[in-house]
Every structure is written in C-alpha cells, then in structure tokens.
C-alpha cells in the first residue's frame, strides 16, 4: 500500500493570484507559529511569524491570520508568483519549551503560468 | 553571510553500516538543533544544542544514534548501525538563542539512503 505520508495537499494556483494555505495546530498551549518554506532539495526557509496576542501579521506578500479558537492559522500569498511554488509548512512552539517547533503536515502550492 | 552547511549532501549506505552527518552552524548562534524528515512529512527535532550542552535529547533513539558538538561550534550526527527506516533527510539548523522565537536558520539537509 502507499503511505500517507507520500500524499501532501495540493494547491494550485494561477500566476498572480492570491494564495491561501490552512493548517489546524494541535496544541492548545501554543503561543508561538512560524511559517517555513521549502523548496525541493533545500531546508526549510523562515517566511513570517506571529505570537498568540495577535491575530493577524503583515510581511512582505504574506499575511498570517491566527484563530486560536479553532486553532487555525493561515498563510495568505499575494500575487502568487512562480518562484512561490514549494511546499509550505507551518510549526508551533510554547513559550518556555525550549523554541522547541512542532511541524505541522506540509501543502504543496504549485503555481500555473 | 555563510547560511548553515551541511555535508555530505548525499549519503548511500548499505544498511548495518555507520554513517556521520557534519554541520556548521551560522556563525554566532549558540543554539543548534538537528531534524529528521521523512518524505513528505514535517522536520521532527532529534536533539538541541545549546552551546557544548545537549538540552533536549529526548526524541533521539540512543540506542543508535549519536550526536556532538564538542566545542559549541560544529556538530556531528552518527547512525550506527544504520537501518532501512534511517533513509530520510537529516537537517540542521541554528539560532542566535535557545528562546521561544529565536528564529531556526536550516542547512540544506544530508539525504541518506540506506539500501
């Protein structure tokens, strides 16, 4: 049989669209969320973060929104752009815990020209 | 400034073998970690560094596996012996600190292959 773990969520996108990518964390004691970047072959690359007093954070074409009362978090790409295509994962830690990061299951964005 | 390095990039192996990973933190950050990922699947921490000290080794399976950082610089990651389910990438990434929020800096991984 195959893996589950073979099988990432897919999102496909056209160029210069906006992109939305959703993770559910799991831990309701987490306070801090980090989006990573991994492109095919490479380590994951830090994009933006956001700590649990705040609900939305800003960056460069991304925003991250966080509902803590449904543990989700997002990662919203403006003007998706062909160098945006990898898989995207996002992690959670607790203050006190050591910057200890609990990754969530990645989602492929595949951008269209 | 020089990211995290990583070698090799490739390793195969015949299983029961040993294998080393090596890797240079960026210069500065006392706090170094080391990360498996499986094919498809999220990095999983194995150990944290913070200096010379191992503070948090409780997800590395010992009876295998090694790790050090001798002077509080580079690390080395040893598998021995080497199993079939070993085969994923290893990563290793750095921070200035040890705090929630430090942000980790990833090398570009070791691939290893156990046949």
């Known amino acids: 049989g195959e893996s589950v773990g073979l099988h990432l969520p897919t999102l496909s996108v056209q160029e210069g669209d906006n992109s939305i990518i959703n993770c559910a964390y799991s831990n309701s004691a987490s306070d801090y969320f980090i989006w990573y970047k991994q492109e095919s072959g490479k380590g994951p690359q830090f994009i933006i973060d956001i700590r649990s007093n705040m609900d939305k954070r800003q960056g460069q074409r991304v925003t991250v929104l966080l509902n803590k009362t449904v543990k989700h978090l997002s990662l919203q790409i403006a003007a998706t752009q062909p160098g945006d295509s990898a898989v995207y994962f996002c992690?959670?830690?607790?203050?006190?815990?050591?910057?200890?990061?609990?990754f969530g299951t990645g989602t492929q964005l595949k951008v269209e020209l | 400034e020089a990211g995290v390095v990583q070698s090799p990039r490739y390793k195969i192996i015949e299983k029961k073998q040993p294998v080393a990973f090596w890797c240079n933190p960026i210069?500065?950050?006392?706090?170094l970690y080391w990360y498996l990922q499986n094919l498809g699947q999220g990095p999983e921490l194995l150990i944290r560094y913070e200096n010379e000290e191992a503070v948090d080794d409780s997800q590395l399976p010992k009876d295998r596996f090694s790790a050090e950082r001798l002077k509080g610089v580079d690390s080395t990651l040893k598998i021995q012996p080497a199993e079939l389910g070993d085969s994923a990438v290893y990563l290793c990434?750095?921070?200035?600190?040890?705090?929630?929020?430090?942000?980790?800096?990833f090398g570009p991984g070791t691939r290893l292959l156990v046949l």
């Open positions: 992690a959670e830690a607790i203050t006190g815990g050591g910057n200890k990061l609990t």
């Open positions: 990434a750095s921070s200035l600190g040890g705090g929630t929020g430090e942000t980790q800096y």
């Open positions: 210069s500065g950050h006392n706090t």
